[in-house]
């Protein structure tokens, strides 16, 4: 909101609607629903999960962010997303800037952002929306393809004046109060709406009342909840909360804050917003003017003593954080807030997408789970999702995933640092294994840098296969280049910090699954190996030509994570399913090129050494089915190793 | 077969088909299976069954039937599947008589006794039907019904002659082998066929070479296997079956086994199959011809001998029984043969019926566990039968349970016998307790007699339940009237014999629960003390005018019965879902009067009683959701009657 200088209606005003909310109805969908529903959340449109948190007397946060300028920055700004997603926001938002094509399918438009955001981050997103200077028709199609994109909410505003001073058009959007008329008109109840609100009044407007009118009018023509502009006082919050309420805004207020990171962008801010810095807080910052670290201190502390004095109030139930798309200031005023959620509860062992069309999702692949956004890019143009069971909902063909370059699922790493963790030259297979094992250990490779992401895992290590890195190590280092795995556990509770999930009061369970790529040679000892656990362990060991060997029975799916919860039927978020494992087998083996082949010259050693791996290794999953036993993969291994040597 | 004298095709015979047999071609459905395969039996033909028992090496049994004359008789009989049902009998045929109007609706017709046997019972079921005498018509009207009902096989004979000599009719069906034809012309592959052979050719025949012709010709019209008539020495079986091999018949042929019962019945049986029976047999029979319990015993002793010696020729690998309804002999040779499983595997915890609609059906309301049957006959006109999940499948609405006469809802016990378990004459509630609490115990009632059913539950206490009998007798004792209740389990092999159901190598779960009626005065002290429990304990309480307490989340089923299996996905077959215990509601309160107020004479104070409890008392279901601890509903019953005193 603050990067785009956007301005409420001024003037006098057009004839305004009966003054009926539809915003206030609830759509609720009193029919029962064939999911277990774990997570009330996901079924909540946002003006519902408010006034459930409200109800709840939670309290909550949300931030707001811009769209980046260039790929790399979307790159970035992603990652942040999951990064700070992981704190546990109510929504986030993300502005819309005219000026840079913002309903286009650029990598860096608001759109496709926004868009990011809902359906691969999961994450609850307000698309902001401006009205001036466009027509009807535009901004009808920008809406419907957010509401295409699964996109729910809207932040409704005005814009900048196309020249410097405002020229009311005849027929055109001249205020937000028209975006939100016309969003009601030609969407229904679909959208929930959101508009700005100005503590000090807007600056264009002819009067703080003026001004607090025209901000009902937006509410009565259909807005569910006010997010305000940054102030510095709490009491210019307060007061401007209780004039609210005085004329008859019933609805959530939320005030917009922003933690001061530094002088620069104050005075940016400052010019852009038309609002005066107090003088107290000038008298602190101006000495300090080139001491960037003092004045990100001075506004983190400045913040959370403003955001206690509003939570302390009773009246603020929420907070919103005007980020400037940087991490450390307002994650660490939430942190000293105790608003951050360190272990968020997750509602399922991965990351739910938030788009309409997914809710009901809660089976997966096991095979994708650390490539969820490449996941749900190829299963984008479902109609159905699996819903408790694996088999009918999978007919539909995985996307093709040809478009490595796109910008959610590129490695965040530039190809320098990424030949300093995975090797300027390779000299053997060895030489592979080495980096597979350092990036299980966390040590340092032979030059002395962390792997820290591989091109099946763009993150580090997760918490759950930590506890499994010392086995890992031991089968690395020989030459399974393991991809993926998880312990088996044998009904934990579901409040776990490693592997619960789910609502309290329920217990978890997996089968223990081990994935990796290994040679010809291996595989040969090991189907040996596998005659003496046929009852017990399930595998499919596949090459880049399709050559495919399995004891699944049926082609059928294998259950390998479930939760048990009171009152619910079982749930089963993750599977082996031999029928996707031959999808994902084409992703995983062109990874080794498209990530890791490429970063080398053609016909170059390191190429061909990583060119032979993809050619001749395989690709072996296993499970083991008696999840209440010791694990038993890791004898597999061994008598495997036994066996060869 | 015996039961209908049916007779093969004699005298010329028209052209012939090409000789390819369409039976032979598998029809095999290769698409994947959207539920997980428990039991691959659910999803095979019988042909295909036995094809695969027979490469497995198995060894296996079936039964023949004919139909009662009564509706009394119609009760017994199918009490009689369900034990000899559990004896695992591959499948079992039901005879045609032309005379009892076989195709009819009655409930002693052939087609409602195969149809009974099928779909409540759950047996695989072949269908005889004859032609002669029969209008094309006529005949395409019994296949059309019994593929309607859910029947999948048929045996194809010709039937007696309408007068005493026989009459070719010129565009009739004369010959077996005309009505294969015709099954197969008129409903391609959908009907697995078998046809009669006779070891020592048809009494009709020109002779047994053209008999074994008249076979053959039967066969490559289309037919699957082959079940003979009964014969009394085994190497007049094995000699019949080399010389079918030697003139090309490659199908299965099944023994016809016939275990002298009595006198009468062999010479009867001789009258009408035309049979001589063998000197060395006469011998013994005739002077022991008064001693029912000796000629049965010699019966026995024949059959197991035949049939070893037929099993150890490595020729035979199944074996048909003519039972002639009874199950005193047979039952005996089965169990010495060893073939009888005494505990044979349950893929799921409740019988699935055979109807190939529901076979996908793995789900069910815990509520008519006791009285399965009045569930399948509720439910028989869904379309759609719950997989995996209640949620979806569950909206269809349950059929009215107005027909409480219904033959196979009814109670097997007689009036009389039903007035001495239940009380001649009711005192007051109390005496209500002692007839719950003696059909907990087992002990004898006042009058001396034992209670072995209840209006919920039509058999003796099922062994999971004798688990938790100190408690329910406590309970029952003063006033919590218990119709249902299973243990917690947390994780016992599926091969467990008491709670174990499904394939070997997997584990069973259960949520413990209770369901009873109780006084309005008990519920009040409930409630109170359920309150501490909130979290642990779902309960749902309503009495006959629907007033309804619950604590359901959201409507939502409880999954209180799963299962982990090897390379699978879950299986939860018994949920406790809130909309079907509405339905369930009905009928359990229903049978209060129906089935007891009834016995007693309109205005008794007896009857008042029954009428009284139903009138006032609350059906009460529990479950404790914390499988893994011990069971507190015992403990919360303990609170309420503490909280009382």
């Given at each position: ?71 790399n920055?979307?790159?970035n ?26 309903g ?16 691969y981050?999961?994450?609850?997103t ?36 196309a ?33 700005a ?19 009902k ?35 959530p ?33 101006e000495p ?93 143009e ?60 966390g ?66 369970f ?56 009171p009152?619910?039927?079982?749930i ?15 992703e ?42 010791e ?15």
């Amino acid at each position: 909101m603050v990067n785009e200088a956007q301005q409420s209606c001024s003037g006098s005003s057009s004839s305004r609607s009966d003054g009926s909310s539809s915003g206030s109805e609830s759509s609720k969908d009193n029919s029962r629903c064939s999911t277990p529903v774990l997570d009330a959340d996901r079924h909540e449109r946002l003006r519902e999960k408010m006034r459930r948190r409200q109800e709840a007397g939670d309290r909550w946060f949300s931030l707001e962010f811009f769209p980046p300028r260039t790929a790399n920055g979307a790159v970035n700004l992603i990652s942040r997303f999951d990064r700070m997603g992981a704190g546990g926001p109510l929504f986030i938002d993300v502005t819309w800037h005219p000026a840079g094509d913002p309903g286009s399918d650029k990598e860096t438009s608001s759109m496709i952002i926004a868009n990011t955001a809902v359906n691969y981050c999961g994450l609850e997103t307000i698309l902001h929306m401006t009205c001036s200077n466009q027509t009807k028709e535009d901004i009808t199609g920008h809406l419907q393809k957010a509401k295409r994109l699964g996109l729910k909410n809207i932040m409704a505003l005005r814009g900048d004046p196309a020249g410097e001073e405002w020229q009311e058009e005849a027929d055109g959007f001249n205020h937000a109060v028209d975006l939100v008329k016309h969003i009601r008109s030609e969407f229904d109840d679909y959208f929930d709406i959101c508009v700005a609100g100005y503590p000090k009044g807007h600056p264009e407007a002819e009067s703080y009342e003026t001004d607090l009118r025209h901000l009902k009018e937006k509410v009565f023509a259909g807005a569910d909840f006010i997010i305000t502009q940054l102030f510095f006082r709490p009491e210019t919050f307060l007061k401007f909360m209780k004039d609210c309420q005085a004329i008859g805004i019933t609805c959530p207020i939320i005030p917009g804050i922003f933690p001061i990171q530094g002088y620069h962008s104050l005075r940016q801010l400052v010019k852009l917003s038309k609002l005066e810095v107090p003088q107290e807080i000038k008298d602190v910052v101006e000495p300090i003017k080139d001491n960037d670290a003092a004045i990100r201190n001075y506004g983190v502390e400045l913040a959370v003593s403003m955001c206690r004095e509003l939570l302390d109030s009773g009246m603020v139930h929420g907070l919103h954080f005007y980020t400037l798309n940087r991490e450390v200031a307002t994650t660490e005023v939430l942190k000293r807030l105790g608003l951050w959620k360190e272990d968020p509860r997750r509602p399922l062992p991965w990351a739910v997408s938030a788009h309409p069309k997914r809710r009901v999702e809660d089976v997966r692949p096991i095979f994708w789970a650390s490539r969820p956004k490449s996941y749900i890019y190829r299963t984008q143009e479902w109609d159905d999702f699996p819903n408790g069971r694996w088999g009918n909902s999978s007919s539909p063909a995985f996307g093709e995933l040809k478009d490595y370059y796109l910008f959610y699922l590129k490695s965040k790493s530039p190809r320098e640092e990424l030949l300093k963790m995975w090797g300027e030259e390779l000299t053997s297979e060895e030489s592979v294994f080495e980096v597979f094992t350092c990036y299980i250990t966390g040590e340092p490779n032979r030059n002395g840098y962390k792997v820290t992401c591989m091109p099946w895992n763009d993150d580090p290590l997760a918490t759950e296969t930590n506890l499994l890195k010392d086995q890992l190590e031991k089968v690395n280092r020989r030459g399974i280049l393991t991809i993926n795995s998880q312990p088996n556990i044998n009904g934990k509770p579901s409040t776990d910090p490693i592997v619960g999930w789910g609502p309290s009061g329920g217990y978890v369970f997996q089968k223990a699954y081990l994935e990796f790529f290994t040679s010809s040679e291996i595989v040969t000892a090991l189907l040996k190996v596998l005659k003496k656990y046929e009852l017990r362990v399930n595998y499919h060991i596949v090459n880049v030509k399709g050559q495919n060997i399995t004891n699944a029975p049926d082609l059928q799916p294998n259950a390998v994570t479930w939760g048990i919860f009171p009152g619910r039927e079982i749930i089963q978020p993750t599977v082996v399913d031999p029928v996707s494992f031959l999808y994902w087998k084409d992703e995983a083996f062109a990874l080794w090129i498209e990530q890791w082949a490429k970063l080398y010259e053609e016909e170059s050693p390191s190429r061909m050494i990583i060119q032979y791996i993809h050619d001749n290794y395989y690709l072996v999953n296993l499970v083991d089915n008696d999840f209440p036993l010791e694990n038993c993969l890791w004898q597999v291994m061994e008598d495997t190793f036994e066996l060869l040597n």
